[in-house]
């Protein structure tokens, strides 16, 4: 199994001390987490894409372009870049520069995003967010694979033997899909034989475990091989402690932090009480033990094999959320990479060879090609 952190970049007041950090310090708190997260050995870390108040990732590129200049083997993840919204030529060639720019340790978290502020912000309706969504996935994964596309897009200009640069470094880089509640997201992961990332965060484990499912059902009658399917999972908060007595009242001031600020927002919580949320929530608090038997837990439901934890201290303090993390790489981890698989891949670079499996890999990527081509009217 491998484990990533993750950021979604939110600035608003510490839920237990009230303070708020500036936007620079909270760009600089971004990357202490990622230096701690290769420091810990953590295999990924990423990045959130978000357009609209209280979050400053709206430039994932930009951000993890500085972090790539700063670590050397950490896997750089999006997550997620909200296509719906983008340009795909021009989201290309970001995130192939990026690419790169980190040596190839680019991974890419696709999805149609949320709120209806960003909706507005680029003009996006309900009603087109998923064509908007799979159009852009679509042109994107082109782009990628060939040197020259044409296309007729519904919701961009058309292309015409369109040379577009700089050319990836990978070939092709992996691409998750993520997915809250969608089966439109999980359709277009299975299509195309693509891991998906099940958010995870919000409700209980059942309309995920339901999602994901779905997509092991997909998967088949796409016709991929069922033993290649791979499945990410987030969690919806993290604390281990030595104790689950010592997690508990640790998370305590956390926990009633969100909640007070989800009630003046109006917003009816969907786990009322901290131990509510540590039952049946995807939060993992508590003891190395407890951990590691609720991972087990959702492993059974999910067949995950990419779980990732909140990258920053989110209420708890520098050296709570460091010693937490610490924990986990020392107690936690070993135990679960010696039981749960890793996905069906090496963690690295996306560089096939000529010839062997990448032969028959580019073949199928032609194929998709000339499907999603017949789509778009090229």
Not at 120 to 146: C, G, H, K, M
Request: overall charge negative; cysteine-free.
């Amino acid at each position: 199994m491998k484990f990533i952190t993750i950021t979604l970049i939110v600035q608003a007041p510490d839920p237990v001390t009230g303070v708020q950090a500036s936007t620079q310090e909270r760009f600089r708190q971004v990357v202490e987490s990622a230096l701690l997260a290769e420091e810990l050995g953590f295999d990924g870390f990423g990045v959130g894409e978000r357009h609209e108040r209280p979050f400053l990732s709206s430039s994932p590129p930009v951000v993890l372009s500085h972090i790539a200049a700063l670590t050397e083997r950490i896997r750089l993840f999006t997550a997620v870049t909200t296509l719906s919204l983008l340009d795909p030529v021009r989201a290309y060639e970001d995130y192939a520069t990026l690419d790169h720019l980190s040596g190839g340790r680019l991974e890419l978290i696709i999805g149609k995003g949320n709120g209806t502020a960003q909706r507005e912000l680029f003009q996006v309706t309900p009603e087109d967010q998923w064509d908007r969504n799979a159009e852009s996935y679509e042109l994107f994964r082109r782009i990628w694979r060939n040197d020259k596309v044409t296309a007729s897009p519904k919701f961009r200009p058309a292309l015409h033997e369109a040379e577009v640069w700089p050319r990836p470094l990978q070939q092709p880089i992996r691409v998750w899909h993520g997915s809250a509640t969608s089966r439109e997201s999980v359709d277009l992961a299975a299509r195309y034989g693509d891991p998906l990332f099940s958010a995870n965060v919000t409700n209980s484990i059942e309309p995920y475990a339901e999602l994901i499912r779905y997509y092991r059902e997909r998967w088949e009658y796409y016709g991929h091989d069922p033993e290649l399917a791979a499945v990410g999972a987030g969690t919806a908060g993290f604390y281990a402690a030595p104790t689950s007595q010592q997690a508990l009242a640790d998370y305590r001031p956390v926990f009633e932090g969100y909640l007070a600020f989800q009630k003046r927002l109006g917003i009816e919580p969907v786990f009322a009480t901290l131990e509510d949320f540590v039952a049946r929530s995807s939060a993992l608090i508590g003891s190395p033990q407890q951990i590691v038997d609720k991972v087990h837990r959702y492993h059974e439901q999910f067949g995950h094999s990419v779980l990732h934890l909140h990258a920053e201290p989110g209420g708890l303090t520098a050296a709570q959320h460091r010693a937490s993390l610490e924990l986990f790489q020392s107690d936690i981890a070993p135990v679960l990479r010696r039981v749960i698989p890793d996905p069906p891949w090496d963690w690295g670079p996306v560089l096939p060879a000529a010839g062997g499996p990448a032969a028959d890999l580019r073949a199928a990527d032609l194929q998709a090609d000339l499907q999603a081509a017949d789509r778009q009217g090229a």
